[in-house]
T-cell receptor
Framework: AQSVTQLDSQVPVFEEAPVELRCNYSSSVSVYLFWYVQYPNQGLQLLLKYLSGSTLVKGINGFEAEFNKSQTSFHLRKPSVHISDTAEYFCAVSRSNDYKLSFGAGTTVTVRA | DAGVIQSPRHEVTEMGQEVTLRCKPISGHNSLFWYRQTMMRGLELLIYFNNNVPIDDSGMPEDRFSAKMPNASFSTLKIQPSEPRDSAVYFC????????????FGPGTRLTVT
C-alpha cells in the first residue's frame, strides 16, 4: 500500500515570500501524485497533478511541484505567496490506474502581511 | 456549474439518533466518493460508487454506516445509530470517470454527535 508523509504540519510565511511544502511518499509500484488545497470551511480543490511526463508540474494560482522519483518526493512551491493562499494543503498519492487516493495529514499555511 | 452540493452543512444530533447526509454530484460525473475528515485520522475514503453502483465500501467503519446512490444525481450516507465518535466533517466528491484523476469535492457536512 502507498502512504504519504507531509513533513510540516504548520508553515507560517510572510506575504510575497516564497513557500515550499514538503511531501514524501512510499510505494512499491508506480504512482500518481496530487496536491489539493482546502480553504477555510470549504471542500478540497485540486491544485495540480503528476501522472507522467515532465517532472515539473505547474498548477493553478502560481503553484508548481516537482516529482523526484529517486527521493520519492513531490514538493509544492510558490515563489511569492498572497494572503489568500492561507489554507490547508494536502498531498495525495494513488497507484497508477487506481481511483483510491491516500492523503497526507495536511500542512496549514498561514500567510501574514 | 453549481459544483458538488451537500446538505446539510452542519448537523448536531444526540447519540443514538439517525443521521442522513445528502450529496448531489456534478451533472455528468459517473464516480462518487464519500470521505470522512477528522483531526486524528485525516481524510479517509468511506465508499466509492461508479455508475450508481457501490464498488468499494471497505472504508465504511461499521454496520452503523450505510450509503446509497439511487440515481446519478443523488447519494446519501446514513449513520444509525450515531455515536459521539462519528463527529467529523463528511465530504462527498465526484469525478467524470473513475480514472479522470480529478475529484471535485463538496463543501462538506460538519456532524457533531453529543
Amino acid at each position: 500500500a502507498q502512504s504519504v508523509t507531509q513533513l510540516d504540519s504548520q508553515v507560517p510565511v510572510f506575504e510575497e515570500a516564497p513557500v515550499e511544502l514538503r511531501c514524501n511518499y512510499s510505494s512499491s509500484v508506480s504512482v500518481y501524485l496530487f496536491w489539493y488545497v482546502q480553504y477555510p470551511n470549504q471542500g478540497l480543490q485540486l491544485l495540480l497533478k503528476y501522472l507522467s511526463g515532465s517532472t515539473l508540474v505547474k498548477g493553478i494560482n502560481g503553484f508548481e511541484a516537482e516529482f523526484n522519483k529517486s527521493q520519492t518526493s513531490f514538493h509544492l512551491r510558490k515563489p511569492s505567496v498572497h494572503i489568500s493562499d492561507t489554507a490547508e494543503y494536502f498531498c495525495a498519492v494513488s497507484r497508477s490506474n487506481d481511483y483510491k487516493l491516500s492523503f497526507g495529514a495536511g500542512t496549514t499555511v498561514t500567510v501574514r502581511a | 456549474d453549481a459544483g458538488v452540493i451537500q446538505s446539510p452543512r452542519h448537523e448536531v444530533t444526540e447519540m443514538g439518533q439517525e443521521v442522513t447526509l445528502r450529496c448531489k454530484p456534478i451533472s455528468g460525473h459517473n464516480s462518487l466518493f464519500w470521505y470522512r475528515q477528522t483531526m486524528m485520522r485525516g481524510l479517509e475514503l468511506l465508499i466509492y460508487f461508479n455508475n450508481n453502483v457501490p464498488i468499494d465500501d471497505s472504508g465504511m467503519p461499521e454496520d452503523r454506516f450505510s450509503a446509497k446512490m439511487p440515481n446519478a444525481s443523488f447519494s446519501t450516507l446514513k449513520i444509525q445509530p450515531s455515536e459521539p465518535r462519528d463527529s467529523a466533517v463528511y465530504f462527498c466528491a465526484s469525478s467524470l470517470t473513475t480514472f479522470s484523476y480529478e475529484q471535485y469535492f463538496g463543501p462538506g457536512t460538519r456532524l457533531t454527535v453529543t
